[in-house]
């Protein structure tokens, strides 16, 4: 795999303490940190189809970015950023997920339009982002852009801070962090993800 080099910044903070400084709701989940066992959990994909963490966790290096909304520019960008990024990449040993309180509909048409490579989750109710101690915050609603190419708005059911953790193959919690520019997290983690592989 054909990786940038970049050194790996790991959390320093508690994260709910950053919820807290940030003015966002505290979430009900465990502030998971570096080292601790991933999380199970299920969702639908942006298919309908239901999505398993134990069919990838363990099996794979499983990136989780949290996001936003659907649509938005630093969303757009992030996304846009992991496409290229697993395009550039000769390795079938990394899944990336993009997981935001946007519904199964708005994932499809999200994918669809940036002409995405990876699964996109709906977590309309926070539960996912939850159980990693991601910032959960009330929902609204996200634009679109259908087949046609016409512009919309879809309802959301949350709004989830933008953070990314990196699940070994062990299973384990690579690295977890909120996200600086969204635009530069892909080439970020593509470091996290080569340490991983040469270890």
């Not at 709910?16 to 940030?22: I, P, S, T």
């Not at 134990?54 to 996001?67: H, R, S």
């Not at 496409?83 to 669809?112: N, P």
Request: charged content about 25%; some cysteine; overall charge positive.
């Amino acid at each position: 795999m054909r990786w940038l080099s970049l050194a790996v910044a790991l959390v320093g903070v508690g994260v709910l303490g950053r919820a807290a400084m940030f003015g966002q709701e505290k979430t009900t989940g465990k502030a998971l940190k570096v080292g601790d066992k991933a999380p199970v959990f299920e969702s639908i994909d942006d298919t309908g189809k239901p999505w398993k963490s134990t069919d990838y966790v363990g099996k794979k290096i499983v990136v989780l970015y949290f996001y936003p909304a659907d649509f938005t520019g630093g969303c757009t960008a992030q996304a846009c950023g992991y496409r290229d990024e697993i395009e550039k990449s000769a390795s079938k040993d990394v899944e990336i997920v993009g997981i935001s309180g946007d519904s199964v509909s708005t994932h499809k048409l999200f994918k669809s339009y940036h002409k995405l490579n990876f699964t996109l989750l709906a977590d309309e109710k926070g539960q996912i982002a939850k159980l990693f101690g991601v910032p959960v915050n009330k929902g609204g609603e996200s634009p679109i852009i259908d087949a046609d190419g016409k512009k919309g708005k879809a309802p959301r059911g949350v709004t989830i801070a933008r953070w990314t953790v990196v699940i070994d193959k062990a299973g384990t919690i690579a690295a977890i962090d909120s996200v600086g520019k969204a635009g530069e997290d892909p080439k970020r983690v593509a470091a996290i993800i080569k340490k991983l592989e040469t270890k």
